[in-house]
């Protein structure tokens, strides 16, 4: 048995990668020295002259990893902190997303963006973004946001297979701090799956990343009470899996969305649009949705990063009323 | 303030190793025809309602055959700007392909009206997919040329666009990362003086695009784009010196727009009155023209036949392109991803 945190998962799985296809290579911002969370500890050393250090420009970062996957490379683009890739948004919007449909397949790029997101670290403003809505708007660019290690070593593999640009979202907050025995663990092998983590019969949550764990947490309090959660590990952020997204709204009734993003055009009221439209019938109570508040994310002081950050305590408080509802 | 140094060599032993025979010169006048015909035609289809939307390269098509056709069809990538038909032809693009993509029709196969004109794409030809999006395909053709380097296949990958796209940031972020990595990536130039209305002293303040070169380290050329010759005898040496390992260069190609930005744009709205009356004499076809008359270049009883085999096949590929399917809607679904089982 071995247990690995996500961050080992991550470095692992690129070791592996690396070891596996001569047409993968790493390129980012501090790579060679192993990246400023150590997620390419040692690969420089391991693979000469496929763990590139770029020049801090991540317009580039993502185009030239483009033109390396058009050509059949197998590019995994690392930006330090997903807080800084917009001003690559261009070409993963314009470019990127659009490559396959726009030669009906005949050009397209079987390209990896990784990239840490999310808050937790007193990293303020920009080192604690949700950057996810913005790029799961996107028809092209797979989105794809784990919680387990397990999961991490079975998506960013599955990622990196994939013949389409794939954005792998990674929780910084969770890097070190969640850790699993991940042999013989649950681990989705399929980019748009999601998976049903916990079964109850009360409430449904639906969360992905730091959120997720946070979710569990609640949900394990919430049984101590009486109240049962199903709670849904997302994974793929874009496409949604809307079957089991409807599967896991109609098991319970009463729905609670949880995100670290802001609210207001936040992925929660896509997914609430899905059940409202396919499940209207099925629903209890109105969806529920609990996430940051609407000011530009996020607050440097522990006192107003806390506010601003969804919890164990501020999701269990909404699921209690739903459950009552 | 001058022009940045020539650093690709032209001294005349070097010019003797890149003469172009009489093959080649007749055919770098029937390319550069072809394409000013043929945009011609679709002008004067949009003028009608036939074509929703013209973009054009007359008057640059001096610069774009003589860089085409210093590659290797097939085997070099290229990453060309929306103005560069003739570029596409020497490429390998036919006159009916040409038309099919003027007319948005299904089977054009840059995007198969996906796109607006103009918008090339080809993978047999290896032009890498564009978009309207100005120089973001100059970071692409890095990435190709990282690729290709990875490898160690001897390719070279043509980056073109026009100098408004040189204020862009992945312009230089292009420039610096092929120059750091020693890429064999030749980015194109062709400074036709306006961004859309534009003029090129609010673009940038040095004079020349090329001397942008110094800055990160790259060989640099100025070439007249009037002059087909010139530049092939410019960019060739450049790609051969790219391709045993030279690096990158920068080649600026001193050009002049003869219409407007679009047919959606009336230039006479911000050109000079002079500036448009006097283009004839900026015409590179008809400079070329009369220098084979002058030089004995090839046969001038042999430019009247081009000249009629060009007007036959441009009219023979618009009728048979109006005759092809056009798509229907359902047409824009599908290929949103890549079939993992089509790979």
Known sequence: MSEVSVLEAVRETLDEALGADDRVFLLGEDLETGGVFRATDGLAEKYPGRVLDTPLAESSIVGITIGAAHYGQRPIAEIQFADFIHAGFDQLCSEASRWSWRTRGEQYLPMVVRTPWGGGVHGGQHHSQSIEAYYAHMPGIKVVAPSFPADYRSLLKAAIADPNPVLFLEHKRTYRLIRQEVDGAPAEDRIGHSRITRTGDDLTVFAYGLMLHESLA??????????????????????LDQETILEAARATGKVLIVHEDTLTGGLGGEIAAIIAEQAFEDLDAPIRRVAGPDIPPMPF???????FMPDRAKIAAAARDLAAY | ??????????SSEMLHDYLLSEEQLESMYRYMLLSRRLEERMMTLNRQGRADFVIAGAGQEAAQ????????????????????????LVLGMTAREAMLNTLGKLDDPNSFGRQMTSHWGSVDRRVITQSSVVATQLVHAVGVALAAKMRNDPIVVFASCGEGSTSRGDFHEALNFAAIHKLPVIFFVENNGYAISVRTEKEMPVPHVADRASAYGIQSAVVDGLDAIAVYQTVRPAVDQSRRGGGPFLIEAKCFRMWAHSSDDDHRRYRPREELENWASRDPIALFRSRVEEDCLFPPEDLDAIESGVDVEVRAAEK???????????????FVYKDADDV
């Open chain 1, 218 to 239: 609640a949900a394990e309090e919430l049984a101590g009470d009486g109240i049962e959660c199903t709670v849904v590990d997302l994974l793929t952020l874009n496409p």
């Open chain 1, 301 to 307: 002081h522990e006192a107003m990063e806390s506010f």
């Open chain 2, 1 to 10: 303030m001058t022009a940045s140094q020539t650093r690709v060599p032209r």
């Open chain 2, 320 to 334: 048979w392109a109006f005759d092809q399917p056009d798509p229907v809607g359902e047409d824009a679904l599908g």
């Open chain 2, 65 to 88: 055959v003589g860089a085409g056709m210093a590659l290797k069809a097939g085997v070099d990538y290229a990453a060309p700007y929306y103005r560069d038909l003739g570029v596409m």
